[in-house]
């Protein structure tokens, strides 16, 4: 018994959407649900990932917000009826992963019967930003269990010490004004590359399997540099390492790989999910194509 991932919807933001990642979230959302032919009640669990949000709000969690806008049960519940749960976890491009991880628990525990997974980040907008780096783009993955020896295995994590802030985001007072600033080394890629290779090769020991096992792998973040030096470090081709189209999706990238990798997929392939970010973090995990 596995978690398998039914539904990838992946999205990019509408003009007037271009500061608003709750909308993006919510669009995302309900191109899952229809795709995959679900109401959104049928959602008993709803986490969001997504990092960078509408004039850069902390609270409340922007899952309740999107669990709301969707419909999935956003009453109160009642004894003997059905409701939703829903949060937010925040770790950065690799939120995607850290996000199928705890959903994985739920299902496995089988507390749970259909889960989803959002993402998406947005410039805050109105002056509340300094050179956003990210694409306004959202994800959503609707994930359920199976009986098969399918879906998703053990999620591996590993971590390298940031000596010289390689990426980081920070919010500061400017004008009276909460700003979003960033910072970035050029050591980036090959940092990055090192804790996410790290990552992969703990998850493949502790599968017993090998690179040459793996049919088809899928990373976050997209940048050109990563890709490459994750390549080299693993010993495969970079073209083996499947990104996401757009380079400057954060996120919503993980998602928009793995859609783009599995759309050839066949049952029972094996593919190995490799995320990293700041921090620097990094995870790894296998995931076995359902029949």
């Known amino acids: 018994m596995g978690t398998v991932i039914e539904q990838v919807a992946v999205g990019e933001s509408r003009w007037r959407h271009r500061h608003s990642a709750l909308h993006l979230a919510v669009d995302t959302a309900q191109d899952c649900l229809r795709k995959a032919a679900r109401h959104p009640h049928d959602v008993d669990l709803l986490v969001n990932a997504g990092i960078y949000r509408d004039r850069n709000l902390g609270e409340p969690a922007l899952a309740a917000l999107i669990q709301e806008d969707i419909g999935a049960n956003p009453e109160d519940p009642h004894a003997g009826t059905h409701g939703t749960f829903s949060f937010d976890v925040a770790n950065g491009a690799c939120g995607l992963l850290s996000a199928l991880q705890i959903v994985d628990g739920f299902l496995t525990s089988k507390t749970i019967d259909c889960a989803m997974v959002v993402a998406s980040d947005a410039d ?49 007072l400017r004008d009276h004004k909460n700003v979003l600033r960033f910072h970035q080394t050029l050591r980036r890629d090959d940092e990055f590359a090192t804790a996410a290779a790290d990552a992969a090769q703990r998850c493949l020991r502790a599968s017993s399997h090998t690179i040459a096992d793996v049919d088809v792998i899928v990373a976050a973040p997209a940048w050109p540099g990563y890709r490459a030096s994750l390549a080299e470090k693993l010993g495969v081709a970079a073209d083996r390492v499947v990104v996401a189209d757009d380079e400057t999706m954060h996120t919503a990238s993980l998602a928009a790989a793995f859609s783009r990798a599995t759309s050839d997929c066949g049952g029972g392939d094996l593919v190995l999910l490799i995320a990293a970010g700041a921090g620097i973090t990094a995870g790894a995990a296998l995931y076995r194509m359902p029949r």
């Open 124 to 172: 805050p907008g109105r002056g509340m930003s300094e050179h956003f780096p990210f694409a306004p783009a959202g994800a959503a993955l609707l994930c359920s269990r199976t009986d098969e020896a399918a879906g998703l295995e053990q999620v591996h994590w590993a971590s390298v010490r940031d000596r010289s802030e390689t990426f980081n985001a920070t919010v500061g």
